[in-house]
């Protein structure tokens, strides 16, 4: 039995229900003993318990369902006090005990939906099941698992949806940690809708070098017969510009363009990236040329690589202008004749549910370093390019309470330290 059935002062968290006098409703919760943390109050601190339990949200129970940010908070009372209408008579209870509910969900029961308000019950109690860690074997983990809910992404990574927003928006942005696609995805979608008769595709990668004079116009030295002169010299953008000025649908991909200084590779053009700039009559001057707007056929994808610690600035009007759109690591099929290696990375997902912050989960490997043609391909790739990475992230300060735990999986794994 999951749920605490005693009598008296415990402390921790335990599974509860609280039902009314008819039983026509009642609330299922996360509530912590009335004695406060004993043995749970570290679990409480780490993110992945309330992502765990953050799983069991769902849009069909909106305004029934109430989750703490900080499952270690006793002392503020659930917003689940404001929503008891039709239910008065748990108003007390809950008002005496809704400061030690982290998470809790208000259920219905009508006629002819029992069924409905126990597969409620049920996921509650294998997410606890899941929390406690209460499986001994193999099989039930996975019977655990194949009831525990799993997490919602609001993102659609597919390419059609990305090309959706991409006609909607003109310039997008893909962020995400090494290995989520991002550029895998801009060069998709550049073959599949800008090629050939159907368009051009434009590219540039951004660095710490690179200059207004690279990327859009500058003044460059040429030896002729009678010695050094200059001639003007119209960067990709421009010609990404001209090209779309002919009528052509343009696509123009800016990879790593968090990687350059922005305001000094961009200069007066960054104005110009106003998807509704067509009542504006301030001309940018670019050599001999002047412009007003970008053609409403050109259209740019950036990407940006959201573990990169040695980033630049992203200037917030950057922000405004483009529509940023976030890839994070998720289970793909992979192609014939390759390996996606799925435990491993579902250990990789639970390792940085559990210990990352919000920010830190911008570090988690993507789902390609999963992707390998064999078993010792994959020991490798974990030998050779995730262990250090993982290294790299705790000796600089992210990710500490995981590093026991990865380091026991990396011995398991590989028979080596990750410490010596």
Not at 90 to 105: D, F, G, N
Not at 142 to 149: A, F, G, M
Not at 171 to 198: M, R
Not at 255 to 269: F, K, Q, T, Y
Request: proline share 3%.
């Amino acid at each position: 039995m999951l749920m605490k059935n005693q009598r008296g002062a415990y402390s921790d968290f335990s599974l509860v229900i609280f039902p009314n006098a008819e039983c026509s409703h009642f609330v299922v919760a996360l509530g912590v003993g009335s004695l406060g943390f004993n043995k749970d109050f570290t679990v409480a601190t780490l993110p992945w318990l309330r992502r765990l339990f953050s799983r069991l949200r769902d849009d069909k129970y909106a305004g029934k369902q109430f989750f703490k940010v900080d499952f270690s908070d006793i002392e503020s009372p659930s917003s689940i006090l404001n929503h008891m209408e039709g239910i008065e008579d748990l108003r007390e209870v809950m008002s005496k005990y809704s400061t030690v509910l982290p998470a809790c969900q208000i259920v219905e029961v009508e006629k002819g939906s029992e069924e409905e308000a126990y597969g409620i019950v049920w996921q509650w109690l294998t997410t606890y099941a899941a929390f406690r860690e209460v499986e001994n074997n193999k099989t039930q983990r996975d019977e655990v698992r194949k009831y525990l809910p799993h997490a919602k992404d609001l993102d659609d990574y597919s390419e059609d949806a990305i090309y959706r927003q991409l006609l909607e928006e003109r310039f997008i942005v893909l962020q995400g940690a090494p290995g989520t696609g991002k550029t895998w995805t801009a060069n998709k979608i550049a073959k599949q809708h800008f090629n050939g008769s159907e368009g051009k595709t434009f590219f540039e990668q951004f660095h710490a070098e690179t200059t207004y004079s690279d990327f859009v116009y500058g003044i460059k030295p040429k030896m002729d017969g009678t010695g050094l002169a200059y001639e003007e010299h119209y960067g990709i953008l421009i010609n990404a510009i001209d090209y779309a000025a002919l009528g052509n649908p343009t696509l123009l991909i800016i990879d790593e363009i968090n990687r350059a200084n922005l305001s000094s590779v961009l200069g007066p053009v960054f104005y110009l990236f106003e998807k509704n700039a067509d009542e504006r009559s301030n001309n940018i001057k670019i050599g001999a040329r002047e412009i007003t707007k970008l053609p409403n056929n050109l259209y740019v994808i950036a990407t940006m690589n959201t573990a990169d610690r040695s980033l630049a600035v992203v200037d917030f009007a950057l922000r405004r202008r483009f529509s940023w759109i976030t890839l994070r690591p998720h289970s793909i099929e992979a192609n014939e004749g390759q390996l996606f290696m799925n435990d491993e990375f579902e250990y990789f997902s639970n390792l940085f549910s559990k210990y990352a912050s919000s920010e830190e989960l911008n570090l988690q490997p993507g789902q390609s370093y999963f992707i390998v043609e064999s078993v010792e391909a994959w020991n490798r790739r974990l030998r050779y390019e995730l262990v250090p990475l993982m290294k790299e992230y705790f000796n600089e300060g992210y990710l500490k309470n995981a590093i026991s735990e990865f380091s026991d999986y990396v011995y398991n794994k590989l028979g080596i330290d990750l410490y010596e």
